[in-house]
T-cell receptor, first 116, second 112 residues
Framework: GAGVSQSPSNKVTEKGKDVELRCDPI?????LYWYRQSLGQGLEFLIY????????KSGLPSDRFSAERTGGSVSTLTIQRTQQEDSAVYLC??????????????FGPGTRLTVL | LAKTTQPISMDSYEGQEVNITCSHN???????ITWYQQFPSQGPRFIIQ???TKVTNEVASLFIPADRKSSTLSLPRVSLSDTAVYYC?????????????FGTGTRLKVLA
């Protein structure tokens, strides 16, 4: 079936604006993950969902970041009052089983966010 | 948080075997170790996963010593298309909830 999809693929915004990033996981996957990858850097874990619930939100960089998942499917990562340091590629992944163990995660292509 | 470290970069020639090691001192007892490959402008892609000793699939082998504080990804006979960044992934439960910790990544360059 189709893989993980993310939209938009690229987003350019002005400092102070809000942005919403969307992730469509693989159908039937119960766990969904968000990561951030700054230019030339590694992957920074932000949050994961088991169903619609996120057990721990402490990985979100600041209170300007929020994430939700509805219907056990689509997830949205929202960044309010964007700052230039928010510029990065935001990657979403999903996996079939519970997010408690190290399941095989299938990644989307990412959303490249540029804050001017 | 658990700290996972990898060499920053490695160079190899086509046809050689490449071994990339990841150090993960605080891996949780029940956690598996997973390795991913990432090409530019793409999301990471699963390579191999293991818990202990040795695992082999059609593209790689994974060696994990008894103490599980490190793991070594082995790529046999690399080709130019193996040029990519390689990450190990482990879990961390130190904070009481589960977090996913990717290694620092190893940039492999395969030369002709």
């Amino acid at each position: 079936g189709a893989g993980v999809s993310q939209s938009p693929s690229n987003k350019v915004t002005e400092k102070g604006k809000d942005v919403e990033l969307r992730c469509d996981p693989i159908s039937g996957h119960t766990a969904l993950y968000w990561y951030r990858q700054s230019l030339g850097q590694g992957l920074e874990f932000l949050i994961y969902f088991q169903g619609n619930s996120a057990p721990d939100k402490s990985g979100l960089p600041s209170d300007r970041f929020s994430a939700e998942r509805t219907g056990g499917s689509v997830s949205t990562l929202t960044i309010q009052r964007t700052q230039q340091e928010d510029s990065a590629v935001y990657l979403c992944a999903s996996s079939f089983l519970s997010g408690v163990s190290t399941d095989t995660q299938y990644f989307g292509p990412g959303t490249r966010l540029t804050v001017l | 948080l658990a700290k996972t470290t990898q060499p920053i970069s490695m160079d190899s020639y086509e046809g050689q075997e490449v071994n990339i090691t990841c150090s993960h001192n605080n891996i949780a007892t029940n956690d598996y170790i997973t390795w991913y490959q990432q090409f530019p402008s793409q999301g990471p892609r699963f390579i191999i996963q293991g818990y202990k000793t040795k695992v082999t699939n059609e593209v790689a082998s994974l060696f994990i010593p008894a103490d599980r504080k490190s793991s070594t990804l082995s790529l046999p006979r690399v080709s130019l298309s193996d040029t990519a960044v390689y990450y190990c992934l482990v879990g961390d439960r130190a904070s009481g909830t589960y977090k996913y910790i990717f290694g620092t990544g190893t940039r492999l360059k395969v030369l002709a």
